[in-house]
C-alpha cells in the first residue's frame, strides 16, 4: 500500500511539472512517505526526516513533506516539534496533494491552516472511494492496483482503521479501466491491494474473473486476505482461472486460540487450519505464506507453541514473523500482562529458526522441477532476478534482453529464501 500511495505522489509530481532530482542535495521537494505499522517503522520514518532537516538550512526555498500514516496519526506532534517540515498529510490526503502543493509554494505557510477541531484541513478520518489521479509507476512487471481502501477489522494490534479510515472499495469499472490502461509489455503482473481484498464489496472472486478478461494481464495476484473473508468462491476461482497465480498470503497471526481472540481476529485455531485444508485440496501447488506476532500481550510459552506448530500444521512456505509493537490508539496497547523484550526477542529469534528450516525444506522440494519465472531484473551477482508464480525469487544466467518476460527456468539448488536455476534449453 506504501508503494502504491508512493507511485501515485510520483505521477502527481510530474503531471505538476516536476522531474526526478538527480540526488537529494539538488531537490526542490522531499517527501518522506511512512508506514506506522509498527514502532521500527514509524522510527526510522521519522529519523529520515531530522536526517534531511540539514539540507533545509543550506536551502530556506527546499520543501519537506511528511506523508503517509505516521503523518495522519502523529500530525500535530509532528509540525510541534519538526517545524522545518512544510507539508504533513495522511494517507487520505492524496486526493488534495496537488492543491496542497500549490498552497505551500505560493504561501510558504500550509501549517496555519486548520478546521474546528484544531487539524490541519488535509486529514481526512475517512477512506477515499476513488482515486482517478496519475501513477508514475516503478519500470516493473509486478505492478499494483488498489481496489479498497482503510479497514472495518479493529484488529486489537492494528492500528490501520485509525491511520487510513475505514473501509471503502473501488468501483468495478474505475479498477478495470486502470488495468486496461497499463503498459503490457512491462506489466505482466498485477497484484490488486487492500488492507483486506477479500471483502471487495462487489465480491472478489467477480472482480477476478473481470481482470482475467484483459488483454494482455498474464499474471494476477491479490493481497492481503483475512481468513474469515475469504470465500468458497475466491478459492474456485483461483482454482479455475489460469491467469491467477497459485499463491496465497493468508496471515493467522497466531496459532493460539485464545490469543486469536484478544487479536479480535473473528477465527480461531481450528477454523483456519481447517479453511487451509480445504485450500489445499482445491489447489494442491499452492504457495502458503502467513504473518505471526510473537510476544502479544497475556502470551504463555503453551500459546508460543501453538504459534510454533501451526508453522507445520498449515504448511506454511514462510512466514513474516513480527514481535509485537504497541501502537497508539489500539486496545492491545492497554491489555495487562504485557511481555517484557528479552521474552519477545527469544520467542521471535526462536520462530524464525522454525520458519527459516521449514523454507529452506519446501523449497528444496521444488529442485529439478521447472517453474515459469517472470524476470524481474539484474541480481546483485550479475545474474538476473525473477519470480515464480509462487512468489519465490529465482536467480539464473541469462541475457538483459528477457527483462519484464515470462520464462521457464529449472531449479537446479535452493536456499531458504532464493531458488537457483538455468534458462530451460533452447529458451531465449
Not at 505538476?16 to 506506522?36: F, Q, R
Not at 471483502?199 to 481468513?227: C, D, K, Q, Y
Request: charged share 25%.
Amino acid at each position: 500500500m506504501n508503494v502504491n500511495d508512493s507511485e501515485i505522489l510520483a505521477g502527481i509530481l510530474e503531471r505538476e511539472g516536476y522531474v526526478p532530482a538527480e540526488k537529494m542535495g539538488k531537490a526542490d521537494l522531499i517527501l518522506v512517505n511512512t508506514c506506522s505499522i509498527r514502532a521500527g517503522a514509524e522510527n526510522k520514518g521519522l529519523w529520515f526526516a531530522h536526517s534531511i532537516k540539514s539540507l533545509k538550512e543550506k536551502n530556506p526555498n527546499l520543501i519537506i513533506g511528511l506523508c503517509g500514516c505516521v503523518a495522519q496519526q502523529e500530525k500535530e506532534n509532528i509540525l510541534k516539534k519538526m517545524p522545518f517540515v512544510d507539508l504533513v498529510m495522511g494517507p487520505q490526503g492524496i486526493d488534495e496533494f496537488a492543491g496542497l502543493l500549490k498552497q505551500i509554494e505560493t504561501t510558504n505557510d500550509l501549517r496555519l491552516t486548520t478546521n474546528d477541531k484544531g487539524y490541519v484541513t488535509y486529514f481526512k478520518e475517512q477512506a477515499c472511494s476513488t482515486r482517478k489521479l496519475p501513477v508514475k509507476r516503478a519500470k516493473s512487471p509486478r505492478t499494483y492496483v488498489s481496489i479498497t481502501f482503510g479497514c472495518d477489522n479493529y484488529c486489537s494490534y492494528c492500528v490501520v482503521p485509525y491511520v487510513r479510515g475505514r473501509e471503502v472499495s473501488r468501483p468495478m469499472d474505475e479498477i478495470l479501466a486502470e488495468i486496461k490502461a497499463l503498459d503490457k509489455t512491462i506489466h505482466k503482473e498485477v497484484i490488486l491491494l487492500g488492507q483486506n481484498v477479500n471483502a471487495w464489496v462487489g465480491g472478489l472472486a467477480n472482480l477476478l474473473r473481470e481482470v482475467s478478461a484483459i488483454a494482455g494481464v498474464e499474471w494476477i495476484n491479490f493481497m492481503t486476505s483475512h481468513p474469515k473473508d475469504l470465500s468458497d468462491e475466491i478459492i474456485a476461482a483461483m482454482a479455475e482461472l489460469p491467469q491467477i497465480n497459485h499463491y496465497l498470503h493468508l496471515p493467522v497471526q497466531s496459532g493460539s486460540s485464545k490469543i486469536l481472540k484478544a487479536m479480535n481476529r473473528k477465527y480461531d485455531r481450528d477454523y483456519y487450519l481447517k479453511l487451509v485444508e480445504k485450500i489445499y485440496s482445491k489447489i494442491p501447488d499452492i504457495t502458503l505464506t502467513s504473518d505471526l506476532i510473537v510476544g502479544f500481550p497475556g502470551e504463555t510459552e503453551q500459546d508460543f507453541k501453538d504459534s510454533l506448530s501451526i508453522i507445520r500444521h498449515a504448511n506454511f512456505d514462510s512466514v513474516n514473523t513480527l514481535m509485537f509493537s504497541p501502537r497508539p490508539q489500539t486496545a492491545a496497547a492497554a491489555l495487562p500482562d504485557q511481555i517484557d523484550g528479552p521474552t519477545k526477542n527469544a520467542r521471535l529469534l526462536a520462530m524464525m529458526e522454525v520458519v527459516e528450516n521449514q523454507a529452506l525444506a519446501k523449497n528444496q522440494q521444488l529442485v529439478g522441477k521447472t517453474l515459469d519465472a517472470l524476470v524481474e531484473g539484474p541480481a546483485k551477482d550479475g545474474r538476473l532476478s525473477g519470480r515464480t508464480r509462487g512468489n519465490k525469487i529465482v536467480y539464473f544466467d541469462a541475457p538483459l534482453e528477457l527483462l519484464y518476460q515470462i520464462k521457464p527456468v529449472k531449479i537446479t539448488s535452493a536456499k531458504s529464501w532464493v531458488l537457483e536455476g538455468s534458462i530451460s534449453s533452447g529458451v531465449g
